[in-house]
């Protein structure tokens, strides 16, 4: 019996993909190829992968800083590039906190401020209560606090918003206020850190964030937990250490979660200079992930 030959299928429906583009080529019968754009994946799945890729070439192009590095920066920007660009990135991270997927930090912080009793009097609206100023860095959508708006005004930026109401700015690059009124009593850093890819730009940004904020000002921060407790160069204790250098003397609150940890700090001391801390091996280990934070003495910010 013959065998069954196999269908061949239409060149008109063949397609290559390039894994170094966000388009797929498609051959037609005269055979020039007409570009298709990729759409974006809305699954979690999709997303998660999408996020944790772009954080590790970001880091991988943080390092790259040297001449003879150009040819890997320049493959890294196509990788990035191709996978969507910042764009892409930003789209994932709305997806990931947003309220149907329980990916919204600024739940916790709302719930923590409560219990804690802080701001009751702006919470509670009583008359002459002074607004509470938020800073929200790294904004992926502007209405993180929209049912707070009557007694929280919020700055969101972003380097690259996917919202025009959310302003374009490089908080490392953010001027600090002189004027006391111009300062704020929170600043907010949800998953902003471990994007930062150099060690050393880690230790600046939370330096940085005492320059903004009103005395005994809040930091309200959240993380990945695997960078905190599964880093060869961090741990939960060696964290802590390290924002109680920065004047961070009091934390009100933390809280671990499966993926996250959230921390709530107080700024308690505001001229203090923090003690370098160095990129050095804590928990050793094949699992460990390489996240870091570097202090040396060119971190320290002008109010130190």
Partial sequence: MAKARKKSIPITRRSI??????NTTTLTTAGTSSPTKKKFKQSSQETARLIRRYHVLNKELAKCNSISEATRRKEILNEME?????????????LGQSKRRGGDSSKWLMQTLKKHNLFSKQ??????????????????????YERQKSWIQVKP????????????????????????????DIIS?????????????????????????????????????????????MSPEHFMKMMKSMGYNHCIEYHFSNKLAYYLFQLTKENVKCPPYKKQIMNDGAIRNNFAIIIDSSSNSSRS
Avoid at 125 to 143: C, W
Wanted: aromatic fraction near 8%; proline fraction near 6%.
């Fill in 189 to 233: 850093l949800s998953l902003v850190v471990n994007f930062v890819g150099d060690p050393k730009d880690r230790g600046r940004m939370l330096l940085h964030t005492r320059d903004f904020l009103n005395q005994n000002g809040l930091l309200f921060l959240v993380l990945p937990l695997p960078c905190i407790n599964n880093s060869r160069y």
């Fill in 17 to 22: 993909s390039s894994s170094n583009t966000t």
């Fill in 82 to 94: 191709a996978m969507g660009g910042i764009d892409w990135y930003q789209k994932a991270s709305q």
């Fill in 157 to 184: 930026i972003d380097l690259n918003p996917q919202d025009p109401k959310i302003e374009k700015q490089d908080f490392l690059e953010m001027i600090a206020p002189k004027k006391k009124d111009e300062k704020f």
């Fill in 123 to 144: 919470q509670g609206k009583q008359e002459q209560s002074k607004i509470v100023k938020l800073l929200e860095v790294g904004a992926v959508a502007p209405d993180n």
